[in-house]
Every structure is written in structure tokens, then in C-alpha cells.
Nanobody, 123 residues
Framework: VQLQASGGGLVQAGGSLSLSCVAS????????IGWFRQAPGKEREFVAV????????DYIGSVKGRFSISRDSAKNTVYLQMNSLKPEDTAVYYC?????????????????WGQGTLVTVSS
């Protein structure tokens, strides 16, 4: 399965963006999907994850209450709705499928990484 993230852009602080992660090659309906982000000079960090049924999610603390992850398996798409954006949310955002092993909080727990989409939040 190949993933492609899109929807990034430039937004002012307090604004919103909706990211999409679309799968191709095969259905990813049986995969949990995670979103990560990587700011310049920093390590890639976990943002959110959703299980394959869409009824269980987890978020990094800094985005709880502001970001929401969801999925539409019929469209092979996972979304990340980002509200009340802050300059510290600026990063390249990636989606990936959950691997069979490893922590869901670390990149090693995922594979099939998409190319990423840049989110820039201005102050």
C-alpha cells in the first residue's frame, strides 16, 4: 500500500487545516493509521493514530482538544482536522500504516510512509 498526504499550506495562528492521507495499491481498511510530524532540525514525532475500525484514537498531549483524526474506509482516506493552530505546529506531516510490532508512539511502529505535506503556521 502507498500513502499520500495532502492538504498542507500556510495558515495564520488560530486557523485551521484539514490533512488527508489517501491509500493506493490496496485497501488499508485493516490498518491502523498514524500521523507524525517533523519540524526542521527535530526528530519525527507522533501526532495521532486511529485504529482500523475508527473507534479508537490517541493523540500527543500538545494537540489534544485541537486536532481530530478520522477515517473513511470507503474512500481509503484518513483525515487530520487541525484547529487552533499554533506556530509550534509548523512541520512536515506524514501518515503511515501501523506495523505489527513496535510502539504506536514511535516511528519504528509504522511503515508505508507517505511523502508528507508541509504545514506552516505564522504568528
Amino acid at each position: 500500500v502507498q500513502l499520500q498526504a495532502s492538504g498542507g499550506g500556510l495558515v495564520q495562528a488560530g486557523g485551521s487545516l484539514s490533512l488527508s492521507c489517501v491509500a493506493s495499491g490496496r485497501s488499508f481498511s485493516s490498518y491502523a493509521i498514524g500521523w507524525f510530524r517533523q519540524a526542521p532540525g527535530k526528530e519525527r514525532e507522533f501526532v495521532a493514530v486511529i485504529n482500523w475500525t475508527g473507534d479508537n484514537t490517541d493523540y500527543i498531549g500538545s494537540v489534544k482538544g485541537r486536532f481530530s483524526i478520522s477515517r473513511d474506509s470507503a474512500k481509503n482516506t484518513v483525515y487530520l482536522q487541525m484547529n487552533s493552530l499554533k506556530p509550534e505546529d509548523t512541520a512536515v506531516y506524514y501518515c503511515a500504516t501501523r506495523a505489527l510490532s513496535g510502539s504506536h508512539l514511535t516511528p519504528s511502529g509504522y511503515n508505508n510512509w507517505g511523502q508528507g505535506t508541509l504545514v506552516t503556521v505564522s504568528s
